[in-house]
């Protein structure tokens, strides 16, 4: 799973939530990296924030408790481009293992 966002453009990829787990027109939810100081992951409801990872500390986010412990915390990367784009990779496909569970996640590009 890859999230991007661009402070300059204010493109980004989010994961986007459907209504129903029947209907998979864009639910309330989405998710993506708020690239606006220290890139931080954000969950949002309604486009508005609604849970946030805390800043990202070269090595986790630094305001998910446990993530030392996690079996996450070696599994993402942030890299920042050099045109103002921040880039959120995960060795491992966590949506794989919520879409498998609940089929309710869409990944879109919005600008």
């Known amino acids: ?5 661009n402070a300059r453009t204010g ?5 986007m939530s459907w209504t129903s787990s029947s209907d998979p027109s864009v639910g309330n939810y989405s ?3 708020n690239p606006l100081g220290i890139p931080e ?3 949002w409801y309604n486009g508005h924030p609604f849970w946030r990872s805390g800043p990202w500390g070269g090595a986790k986010f630094i305001g998910i408790p446990g993530m030392y412990t996690s ?3 070696d599994g993402f990367s942030l890299k920042r481009e050099g045109d103002g784009t921040f ?3 995960s060795n491992e496909d966590p949506a794989s293992q919520l879409t498998n569970a609940q089929p ?3 990944n879109v590009t919005v600008w």
């Open 71 to 73: 079996v996450y915390s």
């Open 11 to 15: 493109i980004k990829t989010l994961l």
């Open 31 to 33: 998710a993506g990296i």
């Open 41 to 43: 992951l954000f969950i």
């Open 1 to 5: 799973m890859t999230f991007t966002a």
């Open 104 to 106: 309710c996640l869409r």
């Open 87 to 89: 880039t959120l990779s």
